[in-house]
Every structure is written in structure tokens, then in C-alpha cells.
T-cell receptor, first 117, second 109 residues
Framework: EPEVTQTPSHQVTQMGQEVILRCVPI?????FYWYRQILGQKVEFLVS????????KSEIFDDQFSVERPDGSNFTLKIRSTKLEDSAMYFC???????????????FGSGTRLTVV | DAKTTQPPSMDCAEGRAANLPCNHSTISGNEYVYWYRQIHSQGPQYIIHGLKNNETNEMASLIITEDRKSSTLILPHATLRDTAVYYC??????????FGKGTKLSVKP
């Protein structure tokens, strides 16, 4: 079964450093998403991406965050200057269906655990 | 914020049906109800969705009340591997999945 692959599985970084979290969505999918989950809290929507541009973003996704699809396979989330409160599990998801905007058919990756020290 | 209300936790005996309730009293006519689950700290997994008719797939059944203000996810024969947090989600105004706190289902031997 096709999977969404995220690397690395765990990243530790110093406060103020830039990090890039990487995702390889399912190959024929067109819609891409980032979510995060702070330990013990809810899964929170960050951003959705389609046709090489951001479709929607939450208030969490401020100027220190950016997303990019640098080639035909990778989808990245960059945090420019990490803060302690950015420590969380970050999940990438993708969907090939326009109905994805109705919440159907998202496939999530296993996540990257980001620890900011 | 999430537009659904779920009990924080439930227990179920292995092999029995698990019935997980969800209230969504403010759901509008064109909004779907979706169920996802999250096993430990893995990524959420899609289970099922519906609009107003009951739905069934290989994982579960979804029963939606006639007034659409509540629904129940049914796992017909729960196994230990079904232990997870189950999220009932109504499509948010942004058109993206908005997760609440969900129901932590514990399947016990």
C-alpha cells in the first residue's frame, strides 16, 4: 500500500536554528498538508498546498514557517528560527482527490518528532 | 475549534462491538462526518465518512441519526490493535481536517 514517508523520524535542534522537515507524498497525489501535535495535545492543522502554492494556512503558520515542493517528489516544511514551543510531532499528509478538501482520503505519514533545546 | 463532542475515554472487551458516540449538533446540511484514529503517536488513519446515510466498509460502520446531530462509529469485533484515539470530525470552514481531543478507546483482553 502506498505510504507517505517522512524524514527524519526524530530531530533535535538548538533554539534559534533553522530546520527542514521532509516528506515524500504518495506519487500521484496532488494535495499536501502539514499538521503538528504537541505532546499530549490535539493534532493541529498548519497548512495545505496545491498547484505549487499555499491553499490554506492556520494562525499557527506564521512568518517563521514556509513550505516548498522543490522537485516532483519532496514536500518540505521549514522553520526559520526554532523556539522551544515548536517542539512537537509534525505530520505530513497527502491526497489525490479534490474531495480531500472535504476531509476524505488523507494519508498521513508517521511523523517527525522535533525537539528544540 | 472542533465542532464535535466525544467522550474522553471508553473501554471495550476484545471481540465485542465498540460503539463510539459523537455529537455534532451544529452540523450544516452540506457537511460530512469523518472518523479518523491515531494509534499511539502514529499519524492519523482514515476510517470512514458519511453525509446522512449509514455507511459500512471493511474497518467499521457509521450510523448517523436522522437529524444528523449525532453519529456512532461501530467497530464490530474490536481487537487489541484497535486501541487508539478515535476522532470524529466535521469539515471546518477552512475545508481542512480540524481535530478535537477524540475518544481514547482501550480494548481489553
Amino acid at each position: 500500500e502506498p505510504e507517505v514517508t517522512q524524514t527524519p523520524s526524530h530531530q533535535v535542534t538548538q533554539m534559534g536554528q533553522e530546520v527542514i522537515l521532509r516528506c515524500v507524498p504518495i506519487s500521484n497525489h496532488l494535495y499536501f498538508y502539514w499538521y503538528r501535535q504537541i505532546l499530549g495535545q490535539k493534532v493541529e492543522f498548519l497548512v495545505s498546498f496545491y498547484n505549487n502554492e499555499i491553499s490554506e494556512k492556520s494562525e499557527i503558520f506564521d512568518d517563521q514557517f514556509s513550505v516548498e515542493r522543490p522537485d516532483g517528489s519532496n514536500f518540505t516544511l521549514k522553520i526559520r528560527s526554532t523556539k522551544l514551543e515548536d517542539s512537537a510531532m509534525y505530520f505530513c499528509a497527502s491526497s489525490g482527490d479534490r474531495r480531500a478538501f472535504m476531509g476524505y482520503g488523507y494519508t498521513f505519514g508517521s511523523g517527525t518528532r522535533l525537539t528544540v533545546v | 475549534d472542533a465542532k464535535t463532542t466525544q467522550p474522553p475515554s471508553m473501554d471495550c472487551a476484545e471481540g465485542r462491538a465498540a460503539n463510539l458516540p459523537c455529537n455534532h449538533s451544529t452540523i450544516s446540511g452540506n457537511e460530512y462526518v469523518y472518523w479518523y484514529r491515531q494509534i499511539h503517536s502514529q499519524g492519523p488513519q482514515y476510517i470512514i465518512h458519511g453525509l446522512k446515510n449509514n455507511e459500512t466498509n471493511e474497518m467499521a460502520s457509521l450510523i448517523i441519526t436522522e437529524d444528523r446531530k449525532s453519529s456512532t462509529l461501530i467497530l464490530p469485533h474490536a481487537t487489541l490493535r484497535d486501541t487508539a484515539v478515535y476522532y470524529c470530525i466535521v469539515r471546518g470552514s477552512q475545508g481542512n481536517l480540524i481535530f478535537g481531543k477524540g475518544t481514547k478507546l482501550s480494548v481489553k483482553p
